[in-house]
């Protein structure tokens, strides 16, 4: 008897579930949050009990509610069944490898690993350090990774089969917001002005990178041609200040933890930081295949859950040297505590014997706005990347996953933004995703 009572419990709640079947999905109802679970069980129980007929109502009526709870409690474990309501959806695939390139931007991934945030999600993985973007693509292609720290344009690449065979690649969030810098030889110490830069030569980590972008759209609206002008050239992250000392490159941006480490060691000096160019653009996020959020729901929505609660944590003002100390270590970036806690808790100096007090120098911000993603294709349209007309809207909500970071944020009880598309503002000038056109349209300097 006790196991058909159970049985119809279980039932009774389960008819109250909703399920979906993206990444970052598998969001329990409405009325079924932890705040209320109890009442819903408590409910599901009395009806599956004394719902069935008039005299089983009849029996209630007389007993009262708390009494039946009473004398129900005493057969029917209904603190377990709670407990098992409110219980996550176990991951499909639970030992995963991730990728990360050792910067601090792949802070989220490396918190979520040190505070043992991925195995509280049901998941065991193995962070793998990879040594340049274009070999995370591959693996993450191939199928190496299961998900990958990615740069946030480097999806919408994979997709559209820029360089390459179309890939379909989702970004589920955002890592960081901010944290990159454009930083100069200290040669070029007295040439702060832009429109004497033509012949120089900048390094930035990838072509579908926000550095890339960012830098083009700086030298553009200083009226420097990105590709007659300049050099631009891709170098891996850990090269880039060791090409600045050799003379190779005469700037880059890149993340702060290389602008910091030139300073460190006296190969140059910070220009500006990203966030003057663009205040809280977004640089890396989290890639995952198709085939993983099809195959794996859960287990998207597991390393999602993990990856959340490592940016909340690492966007709090009182556990940033914490965090750096983490990032300093020889598993993640290798570097040392001064350089992480430079970038950090944003009190740095520059170079040039200023210090500096930025505390969102980085910050961490996981919402993956569709907007962001139009404003990324509009630049890739503009520079030669993309060939032909495109559907701004329906790339970037296929490939930013910002709908389904709704639910995850809900459940989470990160305050959820309203919309998925906002306006951003760069160097001044609005950015509206539903202009894009006529937003691209507007630069004399392009090459469409």
């Not at 992480?340 to 919402?367: C, K, M, Q, W, Y």
Request: aromatic letters at 6%; a negative charge; proline letters at 6%.
């Amino acid at each position: 008897m006790r196991r058909h009572h159970h049985s119809d419990v279980a039932s009774h709640f389960h008819r109250g579930e909703r399920s979906h079947a993206g990444c970052c999905e598998a969001v329990a109802s409405d009325t079924a949050t932890p705040s209320n679970m109890a009442d819903v069980v408590r409910g599901a129980a009395l009806r599956a009990v004394f719902g069935g007929s008039p005299a089983r109502r009849a029996v209630l009526r007389s007993l009262g509610t708390a009494a039946a709870l009473a004398i129900l409690d005493t057969v029917i474990p209904l603190g377990a069944l709670q407990a098992m309501a409110e219980e996550k959806p176990k991951p499909e695939k639970s030992e995963l490898t991730v990728g990360f390139i050792d910067i601090t931007c792949a802070t989220p991934l490396c918190v979520a690993d040190n505070l043992s945030l991925f195995g509280e999600n049901g998941l065991d993985v193995e962070l793998v350090r990879t040594p340049n973007w274009s070999v995370t693509q591959e693996r993450l292609a191939d199928g190496d990774y299961e998900a990958s720290h990615v740069l946030t344009p480097q999806p919408l690449g994979m997709t559209l089969g820029i360089g390459g065979a179309a890939q379909p690649t989702a970004l589920s969030l955002v890592q960081n917001t901010n944290g990159q810098s454009l930083t100069l030889a200290l040669k070029h110490k007295e040439s702060r002005d832009p429109r004497s830069w033509k012949g120089m030569t900048f390094g930035v980590p990838f072509q579908f990178s926000m550095h890339n972008l960012l830098l083009r759209y700086y030298l553009a609206e200083h009226g420097i041609d990105p590709d007659k002008d300049v050099t631009i050239k891709s170098l891996p992250p850990p090269e880039l200040v060791a090409n600045m000392k050799a003379g190779l490159v005469d700037g880059f941006l890149a993340p702060d933890n290389n602008a910091q480490l030139a300073v460190h060691s006296g190969a140059g000096f910070i220009h500006l930081l990203s966030k003057e160019i663009w205040d809280g653009h977004p640089c890396c996020g989290i890639g995952v295949l198709p085939a993983l959020i099809k195959d794996a729901p859960n287990t998207c929505l597991a390393i999602s859950r993990a990856l959340l609660a490592a940016t909340v944590h690492a966007s709090k003002a009182e556990n940033r040297k914490a965090v750096a100390a983490i990032m300093a270590e020889q598993k993640y970036l290798n570097l040392p505590r001064d350089v992480t806690e430079a970038v950090l808790t944003g009190e740095f100096d520059d170079g040039l014997g200023n210090h500096r007090s930025v505390p969102d120098r980085i910050d961490f911000h996981a919402f993956p706005y569709d907007s962001m993603a139009v404003w990324m294709l509009t630049q890739m349209k503009r520079w030669g990347f993309v060939k032909g007309d495109i559907s701004y809207k329906d790339i970037a909500q296929k490939v930013f996953r910002a709908a389904e970071a709704q639910r995850l944020f809900k459940e989470a009880g990160v305050e959820v933004p309203a919309s998925t598309y906002v306006q951003h503002v760069i160097m001044g000038k609005p950015f509206d995703a539903d202009q894009a056109a006529s937003y691209l349209d507007g630069f004399a300097i392009k090459r469409t």
